[in-house]
């Protein structure tokens, strides 16, 4: 693992250089240097040694014969992007979106450990985090302390023994997200241990607070959180600035919030240091036809944000927030050599990338290697069993004939609905549901065929066969649709893929997206996986989707910290009131 401190081989030779007595490895040459730390744009020349800048001034350094020169002439030289918030497993692999996202300048992420606790072997966890943090595009790790959705493995594998004795790596950076902000709130004697170990031992609290009132900010900054990216307007972002949080203004596909976040970082508060930009983990189609970290910055400065200060948001701040300021976010001496060469201020999209003291990119194509991880090695196997469920499994006898449903409200958020169903004895026939128009039966079940949950949904298509996902926060797999055959075809094709996303209507197989790793990630490319997602969002807007992020509307089915109704491991929960509309039924 590449270590954040300076060996006494580096420091020698980082001097040396400095001093003119040795040539560097790099020289980056004739641009105008970014400097975040004095917020001015100046002529400089960098030279890079042992994967580190060891100088940067208007002295020019004489090349040697194995020195590497980049031309910078009339360009702009800025330290690599640091996303604070990232989601690595949008259906890819955390090492797919690394080398998608290195050409477009982000040179380090602050990741999400949910599939490295949810989805890995136990005893592989510290070796999957240690091996990815050593890829060319630098992995650094927020820790979960709990789920998206209750689970009755949680307790053990994320269990404060778990939890603390992954807090000592050096790349774990933070504990979080927190979605169970309430539960914080409320002062809950599990999740206080859990942040008051995180504390103590100097991490980071990443907060999870959407709607909270800035009443409420208050006791969530005294339990420990240390910042929030959930706000979608100014004033919920002042809000948290004023209550002593650091504040990431998110835009990406699932929030693109931006353009009315920007109008809270204006003037002097803009260079408070503490607010920072993320995507918040776009989905593969946004990433490839829009971009990351480059994208957030290119939205940042045409909102109106003061160019320097939107740089170190993307920079800067986030690395002086997770104490990474002597390794990240800037171009000085000592610090990893992550550096992009830029066509001006207002175009972040890089025209090379240095990471790590290498060129890792031109042009937009990727010259670093990355190597062939082991995923199948790592990962537990979504469904070790040989269950598959037939069309019985999806029978809608037994429901009230008012059914508590979900109804989608829009891409994240769901509602209660009162759906009633006139005719009770045909609720699954093999010829579909009699179903009031728009309205589909809607299935969790646990891969290994142990229980099911299941309610009614609307508001996500208009008329569906059958579509299964396990590209869930809730560790099963969801089933929706008309017909029982067809959910039925769609399951077992999904279990079968090891993981899959998969339609079936009228007996046909209409689409599938394989993720045989957790059910969560495919072997794709991200260019690949937009190609899916593209097709898939088609496929569903001809049936009468109309929502912006098909991937967060099956990815937050069971969300349980997102109002106001899911379906859970649980049963259908309401979330306001904390208590199951209708239950979990065992088929063991």
């Known amino acids: 693992m590449r270590r954040t401190y300076r060996t006494t081989e580096q420091i020698r030779a980082l001097t040396s250089v400095a001093r003119g007595d040795s040539p560097p490895d790099l020289l980056v040459s004739g641009g105008s240097v970014l400097n975040v730390y004095s917020g001015e744009l100046l002529p400089a020349e960098v030279a890079v040694v042992s994967g580190r800048v060891a100088y940067v001034g208007a002295r020019r350094l004489a090349a040697g014969p194995e020195t590497v020169v980049l031309d910078a002439r009339g360009r702009v030289v800025a330290p690599g992007y640091v996303d604070p918030h990232g989601h690595p497993q949008a259906l890819i692999t955390p090492s797919e979106l690394a080398r998608a996202v290195l050409p477009l300048g982000t040179t380090a992420i602050v990741a999400d450990t949910l599939i490295q606790l949810r989805l890995m072997r136990p005893d592989r966890t510290r070796e999957a985090m240690e091996t990815l943090a050593d890829l060319p595009l630098r992995f650094f790790w927020f820790l979960r302390v709990h789920g998206q959705a209750h689970s009755p493995i949680d307790a053990t594998i994320m269990g404060m023994e778990r939890l603390e004795g992954l807090l000592g790596l050096e790349d774990v950076r933070a504990v979080g997200e927190i979605t169970r ?8 004697a599990g999740l206080q241990e859990k942040l008051s170990a995180a504390l103590g031992a100097g991490r980071r609290v990443e907060g999870h607070a959407p709607g909270v009132s800035a009443d409420r900010l208050q006791v969530l900054a005294g339990a420990g959180f240390s910042s929030d990216h959930e706000a979608i307007d100014a004033e919920q972002a002042l809000a948290r600035l004023r209550a002593g949080l650091f504040v990431i203004l998110r835009h990406g596909s699932l929030r693109p919030d931006l353009p009315a976040l920007a109008r809270m970082a204006g003037g002097d508060r803009a260079f408070s240091g503490r607010i920072m930009l993320s995507p918040d983990g776009p989905n593969p189609l946004f990433v490839h036809t829009m971009g990351y970290m480059d994208h957030a910055l290119k939205t940042a400065l045409e909102a109106g944000i003061d160019p320097l200060a939107a740089y170190q948001m993307a920079t800067l701040n986030p690395a002086s927030y997770f104490g990474l300021d002597e390794e990240l976010g800037g171009l ?18 890089p ?101 099911r949950c299941r309610t009614l949904l609307s508001g996500f298509a208009k008329r569906l066969g059958g579509m299964a996902s396990t590209y869930s926060s809730g560790g099963g797999i969801y089933v929706m649709g008309r017909s029982p055959s067809d959910m039925a075809a769609a399951a077992t094709r999904a279990l079968d893929l090891g993981g899959g996303i998969v339609v079936f209507e009228k007996g046909t197989l209409l689409f599938e997206l394989p993720l045989p790793l957790g059910g969560l990630m495919s072997t794709r490319t991200v260019a690949e996986a937009a190609g899916a997602v593209s097709e898939l969002t088609a496929l569903l807007r001809e049936r009468g989707y109309d929502h912006h992020d098909i991937t967060y509307s099956l990815l937050f089915l069971g969300f349980d910290s997102l109002p106001y109704v899911r379906l859970t491991y649980r049963g259908l929960w309401d979330v306001m009131r904390g208590e199951t509309l209708i239950p979990r039924e065992e088929m063991g």
């Open 351 to 451: 025209e090379a990338v240095v990471a790590g003291g290498r060129i890792a990119a031109e042009d937009g194509r990727l010259l670093a290697e990355f190597p062939v991880l082991p995923w199948e090695r790592w990962l537990l196997p979504l469904a070790p069993g040989a269950w598959r469920p037939t069309a019985s499994v999806f029978s809608l006898e037994g429901l009230p004939p008012t059914v508590p449903a979900m109804h989608l409200e829009n891409t994240e958020i769901s509602i209660r609905r009162e759906v009633s169903i006139e005719d009770p004895p045909g609720r699954g026939g093999s010829d579909g549901y009699r179903l009031p128009e728009g309205v589909l039966g809607l299935f969790f079940l646990d891969p290994g065929g142990g229980w």
């Open 181 to 188: 902000w309430p539960e914080a709130y409320a002062g809950e």
């Open 332 to 349: 000085a001496p000592g610090r990893r050599a992550d550096i992009l060469v830029l066509p001006d201020l207002g175009n972040p999209r």
